[in-house]
């Protein structure tokens, strides 16, 4: 009798496992078109992301050259944050505020550049500082 008693505890048991890797099967396949959903949607609002990002960056690039001060320095601090938030992006905006300033054809004299010009120097400034710091 004991070994019948063995014997169904083996079975019951296997049951058990049996239906516990089934279930686990089910479970699976309910949540990977979740998890593919998931992936997907997070994939779309990054592309959503950078293509704002990327229509930002135009405008502001065009509005450099606005003869309102008001509206280039609102292109600056854009381009300032585009850097910030995006560091795949900071060579590319750092690299056109310094040909802007080589192309600017602006003569000061004595007197202080324009506000825009030194924003521009200080944000070119500041990231020659930090990269100086890193390399140290």
Do not use: C
């Not at 089910?26 to 994939?43: F, G, Y």
């Not at 505020?97 to 030194?118: N, V």
Request: charged residues 25%.
């Amino acid at each position: 009798m004991g070994q019948w008693v063995a014997i169904s505890e083996i079975l019951r048991n296997a049951a058990l496992a049996l239906a516990a890797v089934v279930g686990a099967i089910l479970a699976w396949r309910q949540l990977s078109p979740a998890s593919i959903q998931a992936r997907s949607a997070k994939t779309q609002a990054e592309l959503a992301r950078r293509t704002h990002v990327t229509e930002l960056f135009n405008r502001a690039v065009g509005q450099l050259r606005d003869p309102n001060l008001e509206v280039r320095l609102a292109a600056i601090y854009v381009l300032r944050e585009v850097a910030k938030d995006f560091p795949d992006l900071s060579n590319p905006v750092f690299e056109l505020l310094q040909a802007y300033l080589r192309e600017a054809d602006i003569h000061y004299g004595d007197r202080e550049p324009p506000i825009d010009i030194q924003e521009i120097m200080g944000m070119l400034r500041s990231r020659l500082g930090s990269s100086h710091a890193q390399a140290k």
